[in-house]
């Protein structure tokens, strides 16, 4: 942290805030605040004063008001989204508009403030604005992409959209949402997130809220001060603290009970905790990461959970596609997996089981492949695996009925694995596969390119 602030402290000088607010005395309170952390301003009362600004000079960090009198923050975040792409913009947005707040974010601000402007707030945005700022925009960046990137492996265009939106919300502090089937690597998308993000030199604090007993969640987030209640013989930091300047994932948050879905929302807005038995509330600097293998928006539909809440948590939503919807990844999660299992010298494939293996549905996704060839690699004999060590389901269709989904999509997945797995069967004989499946062979081309099918 020393590293970061001596760091920060030592580019200020040549670092610039541009202040955007109509009132005369909140650009004067930010202008004092950020020359206090030896930062200079330029400060504008309009839109047109605005871009004239950004016209000539490059700013480190953009602080724009919301109502300004010819036109609206919202603008000034995607003209610099747009135009200045480097530069992060953070909204002051009315006391209480959290509907202002989420749609800033969802424009592409970096964070936001309420007003009235708290000035501890107000220092650690621009601290963490400036972090961001400071990395170089060519080497540092790259290779920071790199690292985060690599987590996740693939290089289908699924995955590529995937790892280009972690690039683009890494630079931002909005809540993400990650969807997807159970084992599709939501965990592993909010840690490149963090990862990529200016504080990944602070905790990552993986929270499993199905798993926190109810009567302990509040002092578990929270924490709790010592005599608050039987037990608590000293004070103690909740996963909000201990995520201070980090990230906080909450993993299967949809099962957070409700009254717990209350005091986390009040959290999130305020930006501040308050210790169970506490009588006061302290500043948080968290960034929440949510996920849940459930559709979050059916829980909401269904009354279990918060539609504020989901409002809050969802202003990005990061969908990690399922295995079998990007099949061209298989062979190099194959690969990476036998390698990570059994170091430089992992047991070969049979080319059927490549083949079996490229043409499984994954109803368990990424988790399941690794487990399929965990269990492979100790029954193996030789360092060969066969098409027997894969022990694969005869049909993937349980699975596939099990992963959910429109009816269409059922419907789509089943039709899918029933012709893979007829692929398999005839190795890869389209004819033969069309009159095991009772179609014509047209029938089955069509089928397979509607389907998206990689053979
Ligand atoms: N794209 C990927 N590249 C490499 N490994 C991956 C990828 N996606 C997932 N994995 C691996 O698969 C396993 C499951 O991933 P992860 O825990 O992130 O999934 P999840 O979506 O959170 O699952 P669940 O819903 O069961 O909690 C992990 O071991 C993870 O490392
Ligand atoms: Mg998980």
Redesign the pocket.
Known sequence: MSINKAGARAKTTEMRVLVIDDEADIRELLDLTLARMGLSADCAGSVAEAKAFLARERYHLCLTDMRLPDGDGLEIVRLIGSDYGATPVAVITAFGSTDNAVSALKAGAFDYLSKPVALDQLRTLVKSALNLSAEPAGGGASEKKTAGGT????ESPA?LA?REMIDKVGRSQAPVY?S????????????SIHAQSARHAAPFVPVNCGAIPENLMESEFFGYRKGAFTGADSDREGFFQAANGGTLFL??VADLPLAMQVKLLRAIQEKKVRKVGSAVEEPVDVRIIS???RQLKDCVDAGTFRQDLYYRLNVIELH?PA?RERQE?IPI?VD??LKRLCGDNPPSLSPEARQALAAYAYP????E??NILERATALCIDGKIALEDLQLSETGIEGVVDAGGTLDDQVNRFERQLILDALVKTGDNRTAAARLLGVTFRSLRYRIERLGIDT
Do not use: F, P, Q, Y
Not at 151 to 154: A, F, H, R, V
Not at 180 to 191: M, P
Not at 364 to 367: F, I, T
């Open positions: 987590l996740l492996i693939g995955m995937v990650v997807g089937e159970s084992g599709s690597g939501k965990e592993l998308a909010a840690r993993d299967e996920a849940t293998h990690m295995l990844d999660l990476a997996t368990g996704n990424v988790r492949l690794e």
